[in-house]
């Protein structure tokens, strides 16, 4: 009985809690009925409501929106799935049409910052059948189609292309359905703007982290009590960034700009004058050149340790000094790093060197940060399919850069 009594109330308990707000979004030509059908199976979560997105980027993208922007846009967590145009591969030929790719579903609870990626790539076929063939085939291939929901009858070319955009559609929503069956985005709590604030302060990302104090009411007594405790984080957080630019600037053989960015390092108020005064010695003996070499000891001393926003500064100033350009956007994920830099598309028809050793440097860092086997992307565009692919492990000596 009163087991019984306890699970009435944990039930009245839930039926009387607000209802968590998912934003859903979608990246890439997916139709609006898969739209439609992947917001369905979010809402069908228990104590969900589903608030239709545009997706507005990465992590800070999404705090600045969803946490530190108009009451109305706040939402507990967001969901993007992504269909990357460039990840596509189609054939059509007279007798069959061949699409493979991949597909993306990202989850950010908003509170917590918590992220997860999964990405899924698929492949599937459709014959063309034509002419008398195709008439006499059509009374098997309906009952066929009928009774499993796969096989469609092809009289021509775009025929058939339709009928395998239309079962990578089922396959996405029939993929996006397994995934939340066990998907950390069930377990999401109301919205909590001081805590993704703090969370933001240990990742680094002071100015993300005052933007939603100040949204949380910058004279509450709760809202300044934390304000004034986090000024300490917030001065490590600039000098770190600053710490993380000159270790860029080394990965990418660029020692003068290393020692230009190091001597604003050293002014910082909250500059750690024993790192500091290795990386100046080790500077002091080397001159501008291919980032192998000296500064590898500073790098595995030093990366580990680097926050996130440090360590995004880190992987932009690699690939300014490699590239010549800055990435629009550098996400990182436990053991993967995406750069997504709208020049590249262009840039890898003139400097494909340059861009293949940036990236082969990024997963060599990332290694050196999560201390495991890691992998990094260079890409066009947000959602867009990978230019470059690198990965490497502790035990190899150098990295390893193709083609996706």
Request: overall charge neutral; proline content about 5%; charged content about 20%.
């Amino acid at each position: 009985m009163l087991l019984g009594a306890a699970l009435v109330g944990f039930a009245a308990a839930r039926a009387g809690a607000a209802q968590i707000k998912i934003g859903v979004g979608v990246l890439g030509p997916i139709s609006p009925q898969t739209e439609a059908d992947i917001d369905s199976l979010v809402g069908a979560l228990p104590n969900v409501h589903v608030i239709p997105i545009q997706p507005p980027g990465d992590v800070d993208a999404c705090v600045k929106r969803f946490v530190a922007g108009d009451l109305d846009d706040r939402v507990d967590a967001v969901m993007v799935v992504s269909l990357p145009p460039d990840s596509f591969q189609s054939q059509r030929d007279a007798n069959e049409a061949r699409f493979t790719g991949a597909y993306e579903i990202w989850t950010l609870n908003l509170s917590t910052l918590a992220e997860d990626r999964h990405r899924f790539t698929f492949t599937d076929s459709e014959k063309v059948i034509g002419g008398a063939a195709a008439i006499l085939a059509m009374p098997a291939q309906l009952f066929a189609e009928r009774a499993t929901g796969k096989k469609l009858i092809s009289g021509n070319q775009w025929q058939a292309f339709e009928a395998v955009q239309t079962r990578v559609e089922s396959k996405l929503v029939a993929a996006t359905k397994l995934y939340l069956s066990t998907s950390a985005i069930r377990d999401t709590g109301p919205l909590n703007p001081l805590e993704t604030a703090k969370n933001l302060l240990d990742r680094g990302d002071g100015d993300a982290a005052m933007l939603v104090f100040k949204s949380a009411g910058i004279n509450n007594p709760e809202v300044q009590r934390m304000v004034a405790a986090a000024q300490g984080q917030l001065r490590r957080g600039a000098a770190e960034s600053l710490l993380g630019r000159t270790l860029g600037a080394m990965a990418g053989g660029n020692a003068t700009q290393a020692r230009e960015i190091l001597a604003e390092y050293e002014k910082a108020p909250a500059a750690e004058s024993t790192r500091a005064d290795s990386i100046r010695r080790v500077l002091a003996t080397a001159s501008d050149r291919r980032a192998d070499s000296p500064y590898d000891g500073v790098m595995r001393s030093d990366v580990p340790s680097l926050n996130h926003a440090a360590f995004v500064a880190m992987i932009k100033q690699l690939f300014h000094e490699q590239t010549g350009s800055a990435p629009n956007e550098v996400i990182v994920t436990a053991k993967d790093v995406t750069v997504e830099d709208k020049s590249a598309t262009e840039g890898l028809k003139e400097s494909l060197d340059s861009y293949a050793n940036a990236i082969g440097r990024a997963s060599w860092l990332m290694s050196l940060k999560c201390g495991c086997d890691a992998g990094a992307v260079l890409t066009g565009e947000a959602g867009g399919g990978a230019l470059l692919k690198a990965k490497f492990a502790p035990s190899f000596k150098r990295p390893h850069v193709g083609l996706p």
